[in-house]
């Protein structure tokens, strides 16, 4: 997830849409609970989320 946020920020992107069949990420992502983990992957893909999109 985080690599292809990457991607499609660097290939110009502006408005994406994120899947994933783990629904655990996906509320912590949505929930902004990612603040407080200490996973440094969902400490960045939800800064990655939070860009300017």
């Known amino acids: 997830m985080l690599e292809g946020l990457k991607l ?3 290939q110009g992107f502006r408005q994406v849409e994120l899947e994933s ?3 655990w990420l ?3 992502i ?3 609970l990612a ?3 200490n996973c440094s992957k969902i ?3 939800l800064d ?3 860009k300017d999109w």
Do not use: E, F, K
């Open 21 to 23: 069949d783990n629904a």
């Open 48 to 50: 990655w989320c939070s």
């Open 30 to 32: 949505q929930n902004g």
């Open 26 to 28: 996906i509320d912590i």
């Open 43 to 45: 400490r960045l893909i």
């Open 8 to 10: 499609a920020w660097a």
């Open 35 to 37: 603040v407080g983990n």
